[in-house]
């Protein structure tokens, strides 16, 4: 059973950086596709960034944090991160990992299984 847990939220004033960590276990090694969402307050869920496990490491990132946001994975110690700089208020959400085993490399249009119980990022003025 794969289990997600995500850390590293907190309150950030805006122009600020943020990172936040999600440590996976119980899951076996092939290709997969990790991935940080959010979800707002009344708004849908986002997918912010993704990552594909394959040759390629390919990287997918929503167009409101393109330039701004870094998805990165450490296999070593099974670790995904979110590097989060030049924060907004906008982007003040609850965060979420998420990871799908599967070959598909184009992450952003797949459906997620497995998810954790997400971290608080709130930006201010």
């Known amino acids: 059973q794969v289990q997600l847990a995500e850390s590293g939220g907190g309150s950030v004033q805006a122009g600020g950086s943020l990172r936040l960590s999600c440590a996976a276990s119980?899951?076996?090694?092939?290709?997969?596709?990790m991935g940080w969402f959010r979800q707002a307050p009344g708004k849908e869920r986002e997918g912010v960034a993704h990552i594909y496990s394959g040759r390629s490491r390919r990287t997918d990132y929503a167009e409101s944090v393109k330039g701004r946001f870094t998805i990165s994975q450490d296999y070593a110690k099974n670790t995904l991160y979110l590097q989060m700089d030049s924060l907004k208020p906008e982007d003040t959400a609850m965060y979420y990992c998420?990871?799908?085993?599967?070959?598909?490399?184009?992450?952003?249009?797949?459906?997620?299984?497995?998810w954790g119980q997400g971290t608080q990022v709130t930006v201010s003025q």
């Open positions: 998420a990871l799908r085993y599967g070959t598909d490399w184009y992450c952003p249009t797949l459906e997620y299984n497995y």
């Open positions: 119980g899951y076996t090694y092939g290709s997969y596709c």
